[in-house]
C-alpha cells in the first residue's frame, strides 16, 4: 500500500487520577513521514493494550520511567512494513514492536523483530505468543518452581497472563484452580482450558472458597490480582509454599494505597516465598518458550481466546475495560 | 547434688488474648522423680524466653501445635545433671534441652544435648550460640543470600536475633543500620555492635527514617517486627532485593488481624523476594554454625548481650517483657 499522508495516535492527555477515563486519553492526527535510510514504515494491524500500562501512566515513577502526556501511549503492536530503507526488511514483512497505540510508524529497522506468522493469528503475537504468554511460562516454571502434580492458584484466570498459566500447570499434571469475574469466564476456563474455576464475584469469603476447593492445601499460587485474593492464598498456602507475584490489578486504580494481606506471618510460620518477576528480565528464555507453547498451540494443548476491539479510536475503552474484566482472553486492538 | 523432693514449674494457665498478663501463668510444685534407666535428671540453670512462644500459646494453630494450658511453658534449657539412668551423661554434665520453665526436668538422655561449655557462660548457649544465634546465621547467609558489600536493614537490632544479624553482615562488610526501640539499645548497637542504628520511637515516618539512611536503597531486609517496618522496608527495597522474614513481633498481641504492607505491588515492580524461614528446617548447618559463630565470639568479631531475669517466678514477667523491648540482646531466666 502507499504511504498515507496522516494516521491517528491515541495520546495520554493527563495521569489519570483512580480509574481511567476516555477523557484521559486523545486521538490525535500526525502526519507520515517517509522512512530514513535504516528506517521502516510499519502499518499496526493490531496493538495491545494491557494492565501494567496503568502503572506507566501514573505520575509517579513506578518500576519504570513513566509515559508521559502529550505523546502515544506505548506497547506491543504487530503490523506489516509498508515502505522500507533497510533491505532486510521489505515492503510485506511483519514485525513486532513496542511502539502503541498508532495506525503508522517509524522505526529503525533494527529496533523491531520480524515475525514469520505463517498460519498464525498476527494478534497471537501480542498475547499467547508474546509477553503475556512468557510472563505465564516464565513465572510459574521459572519464578514458581512449579514442579510435577503441585496444586496450584491462579488469579485472574481468564486474563491473557492467567489463562496460559493455568494450562501450563495442567500440562505439568498439577490441579489447578482459576478464580475469574463472570460466569462465561469460568465456564471457557472449565470446558476450554480444562481446569477447575470459580466466580469469585459470587462468593464473599474468599479464603473459605478456596479452603473448600483446596482441601490439602495451595503449592503455588499465582497472582494477577493482589488484594483479598493474596490474602485468601497466603491463608491456604501449603508449608513451603510459592507465591509469584506477577500483577495485582485490584489495586491499580486505588486512589489510598490499597490494605495489605493481614497475615503476613503466615510467611514466617509456612515458611513462605512470595517473588515478584518481570518478563523482560527473563529475555534468555524467549526462543525455547516460543518453540514450546508453538507447539503446544499446534496439539491444542494450549488453546487461547482474545478479545479483539475494532477500530484505534476505541482503545482507550478496551483499555479501561481492562480493569472491569471485560476481556475474556488477551485484550487486543484492531487497527 | 541431692535430688529435691519438689521442684517448680511455670505452667501456661490460660491462652492470652491480647498481650499476655502474668495472671497468664502460674507458679506449680511438682515432684522431682527420681529417674529410670535410660533418663537423666537435670538441674535448670536458665531457660529461655522468646517472642516465638506467643504464637505457641495461643488457642488457634499457628505453624506449630499449641502448647496447651495446664501444661509447663517449653523452650530451651540448660542445666546440670544431678542425676543419672545413663552412663553417657554422668552427673555433673551440662546439657541443652527444650524443657521449659521448670526448676527441674526428667528426659531421656536422648532427648538433650550434651555441651562443653569450657569458658563460655552457660547462658549462650541459648543466646548467640543456639537457637537465637543460628537464626541470624541461616536467615541472613541462606535465606537471605546476602552477598558482600550490600546494605542491610535489620529491625529489632538489638534483640537475641536482631544483634548477631548485625553482626555477621558487618563481617560481610556490608553497610548495616538497625532499628531499635531505646537510647540505650542503639547506643548499644552503634558502640559495641559497631553499626549504625537509630531510635524507630523517635520517628514516625519510618519510610523517611530509612530513605535517609539509605540514599541507595536497600538489598536485603531482615525483619524481626513485621507491621509499619515491613511496609517502610518494602518501600526502600533495591531491585531485586531480599526481605528475610524471621518474626513480626509488632503483630503478636494484636487481637485484630493487622494490618498488612500497603505497597505489596513494588514485589512486582522490583523483583523483590519475601521468604519465610524457620530455623529448626535447617539443623544441617548446626555444626558450621557453631564453629564459625565460636571463632567469632573468640576473636571479639561478635559481642552479645544478655537480659537476665533472676528467679523461676519472674518468668512469666521476663516473657511479657520482651513485647515491650525490655531486652537488650537475649532475655533470660536464670534459676
Known amino acids: 500500500m502507499n504511504r498515507p499522508e496522516k494516521g491517528r495516535e491515541i495520546h495520554l492527555r493527563r495521569n489519570p487520577t483512580g480509574t481511567p477515563v476516555e477523557d484521559d486519553f486523545e486521538v490525535v492526527v500526525v502526519p507520515v513521514i517517509k522512512p530514513a535510510d535504516g528506517e521502516v514504515l510499519v502499518r499496526t494491524r493490531f496493538f495491545s493494550v494491557d494492565p501494567y500500562m496503568r502503572g506507566r501512566i501514573s505520575a509517579a515513577r513506578g518500576y519504570a520511567d513513566p509515559w508521559p502526556p502529550g505523546e502515544a501511549m506505548r506497547g506491543g503492536c504487530v503490523g506489516e512494513v509498508i515502505e522500507s530503507g533497510d533491505p532486510a526488511l521489505p515492503v510485506g514483512a511483519f514485525v513486532l514492536g513496542g511502539y502503541g497505540w498508532r495506525e503508522y510508524y517509524r522505526a529503525r529497522a533494527d529496533e523491531v523483530n520480524r515475525i514469520e506468522p505463517g498460519e498464525t493469528p498476527l494478534s497471537a503475537y501480542l498475547g499467547?505468543?508474546?509477553?503475556?504468554?512468557?510472563?505465564?511460562?516464565?513465572?510459574?516454571?521459572?519464578?514458581?518452581?512449579?514442579?510435577?502434580?503441585?496444586?496450584?492458584?491462579?488469579?485472574?484466570?481468564?486474563?491473557?497472563?492467567?489463562?496460559?498459566?493455568?494450562?501450563?500447570?495442567?500440562?505439568?499434571?498439577?490441579?489447578?484452580?482459576?478464580?475469574?469475574?463472570?460466569?462465561?469466564?469460568?465456564?471457557?476456563?472449565?470446558?476450554?482450558?480444562?481446569?477447575?474455576?470459580?466466580?469469585?464475584?459470587?462468593?464473599?469469603?474468599?479464603?473459605?472458597?478456596?479452603?473448600?476447593?483446596?482441601?490439602?492445601?495451595?503449592?503455588?499460587?499465582?497472582?494477577?490480582?493482589?488484594?483479598?485474593?493474596?490474602?485468601?492464598?497466603?491463608?491456604?498456602?501449603?508449608?513451603?509454599?510459592?507465591?509469584?507475584?506477577?500483577?495485582?490489578?485490584?489495586?491499580?486504580?486505588?486512589?489510598?494505597?490499597?490494605?495489605?494481606p493481614r497475615n503476613m506471618m503466615r510467611i514466617v510460620g509456612e515458611r513462605l516465598t512470595i517473588r515478584g518477576f518481570i518478563v523482560g528480565d527473563h529475555a534468555e528464555q524467549r526462543e525455547r518458550f516460543t518453540e514450546r507453547m508453538t507447539s503446544w498451540i499446534e496439539s491444542g494443548d494450549v488453546v487461547y481466546e482474545e478479545t479483539v476491539v475494532d477500530g484505534i479510536e476505541n482503545a482507550p475503552r478496551a483499555f479501561i475495560g481492562l480493569f472491569s474484566g471485560e476481556n475474556l482472553g488477551k485484550m487486543v486492538v484492531k487497527v
Open 128 to 260: 499467547v505468543l508474546g509477553m503475556p504468554g512468557m510472563t505465564a511460562y516464565v513465572g510459574l516454571l521459572t519464578i514458581g518452581g512449579l514442579e510435577r502434580g503441585e496444586s496450584v492458584f491462579v488469579s485472574g484466570a481468564a486474563g491473557a497472563v492467567g489463562s496460559t498459566v493455568c494450562q501450563i500447570a495442567r500440562l505439568h499434571d498439577c490441579r489447578v484452580v482459576g478464580s475469574a469475574g463472570s460466569e462465561r469466564k469460568v465456564e471457557w476456563l472449565t470446558e476450554r482450558a480444562r481446569i477447575d474455576a470459580f466466580n469469585y464475584k459470587k462468593n464473599t469469603d474468599l479464603t473459605a472458597e478456596l479452603k473448600s476447593r483446596f482441601p490439602d492445601g495451595i503449592d503455588v499460587y499465582f497472582d494477577n490480582v493482589g488484594g483479598a485474593h493474596l490474602e485468601a492464598a497466603i491463608a491456604n498456602m501449603n508449608r513451603h509454599g510459592r507465591i509469584v507475584a506477577c500483577g495485582m490489578i485490584s489495586t491499580y486504580n486505588t486512589t489510598e494505597p490499597p490494605p495489605g
